[in-house]
Nanobody, 121 residues
């Protein structure tokens, strides 16, 4: 009904930058809050940053000042600008969204398949 597709991951050196994108598609009436989570090898998935439909943001302490979440509601897309990347940022990054399905009005929490970010020299 609703799909999320992440893009923008890759290999970057410490101190470098990447911009992740996540586009929602499908039978969408409304996208509410969106967020980015990440899962490093051997660790559980953790919150990176979230953004409401109105643009209010929240982020993990570990990324504050380095990562910025934003969204384009017209495109149903959320972004994560990652600067000053550190090796510990290496993880699979997953997009999440709350979505109201068109016609049925059903509310869903949707996850993308993830995009790998590797920070290494």
């Amino acid at each position: 009904q609703v799909q999320l597709v992440e893009s923008g991951g890759g290999l970057v050196q410490p101190g470098g930058s990447l911009r992740l994108s996540c586009a929602a598609s499908g039978s969408i009436f409304r996208i509410y809050a969106m967020g980015w989570y990440r899962q490093a090898p051997g660790k559980q998935r953790e919150l990176v940053a979230t953004i409401t439909s109105g643009g209010s943001t929240n982020s993990a302490d570990s990324v504050k000042g380095r990562f910025t979440i934003s969204r384009d509601n017209a495109k149903n897309t959320v972004y994560l600008q990652m600067n000053s990347l550190k090796p510990e940022d290496t993880a699979v990054y997953y997009c999440n969204a709350g979505a109201r399905v068109a016609q049925t009005g059903r509310y869903l929490e949707v996850w993308g398949q993830g995009t790998l970010v590797t920070v290494s020299s």
